[in-house]
T-cell receptor, first 118, second 110 residues
Framework: DAGVIQSPRHEVTEMGQEVTLRCKPI?????LFWYRQTMMRGLELLIY????????DSGMPEDRFSAKMPNASFSTLKIQPSEPRDSAVYFC????????????????FGSGTRLTVV | SQQGEEDPQALSIQEGENATMNCSYK?????LQWYRQNSGRGLVHLIL?????REKHSGRLRVTLDTSKKSSSLLITASRAADTASYFC??????????FGTGTRLKVLA
């Protein structure tokens, strides 16, 4: 398996533009997570899905952020309109159990998308 | 909000020495995990310890958990330059959600 695949690796966009980040989880994993990492705030959980259904989006910072998972092999995180404070590295992770206590396996992270909004 | 706080924030040691990082958390947990992040890369899962376990080993890694003190430690023995990375603890909130700490930046000097 190629692991969790994110695209693009780098994105530079102008303030006000729409940005779409993409993620392909590991086949067979039924949980998908979107995290954002900044120096100031560390790793923040934005939203997670179970079997393509959003379970907890309490970490989504504003209505400008939206996430979808139309099928088990694809998810998007969209920012519209983008602002300079959205600049961060966005990670997607997947898991086969959601980290339940009976599992010995954690999340598998993608390599991230470095977003710069100028 | 951050659940775990790693200590120290940064650590610099010589190759061959042991490195110890600590993680403190505030609320009850189901389990705790440690991850490594190399510069510019995603996080890699290292080890999971359940709330009813006190110690766990994986290769050169040793993790302890003290639920009474709400703390965990990660020990890397005989460190190598390749161990240079940031290390994060993650605590399970509820059933499915992990909250990550602020990380310890480890630098191993050759």
């Amino acid at each position: 398996d190629a692991g969790v695949i994110q695209s693009p690796r780098h994105e530079v966009t102008e303030m006000g533009q729409e940005v779409t980040l993409r993620c392909k989880p590991i086949s067979g994993h039924d949980y998908l997570f979107w995290y954002r990492q900044t120096m100031m705030r560390g790793l923040e959980l934005l939203i997670y899905f179970n079997n393509n259904v959003p379970i907890d989006d309490s970490g989504m910072p504003e209505d400008r952020f939206s996430a979808k998972m139309p099928n088990a092999s694809f998810s998007t995180l969209k920012i519209q309109p983008s602002e300079p404070r959205d600049s961060a590295v966005y990670f997607c992770a997947s898991s086969s159990t959601g980290g339940h206590n009976t599992s010995n396996y954690g999340y598998t992270f993608g390599s991230g998308t470095r977003l710069t909004v100028v | 909000s951050q659940q775990g706080e790693e200590d120290p924030q940064a650590l610099s040691i010589q190759e061959g020495e042991n490195a110890t990082m600590n993680c403190s958390y505030k609320t009850s947990i189901n389990n705790l995990q440690w991850y490594r992040q190399n510069s510019g890369r995603g996080l890699v899962h290292l080890i999971l310890i359940r709330s009813n376990e006190r110690e766990k080993h994986s290769g050169r890694l040793r993790v302890t958990l003290d639920t009474s003190k709400k703390s965990s430690s990660l020990l890397i023995t005989a460190s190598r330059a390749a161990d240079t990375a940031s290390y994060f603890c993650a605590t399970l909130r509820g059933t499915y959600k992990y909250i990550f700490g602020t990380g310890t930046r480890l630098k191993v000097l050759a």
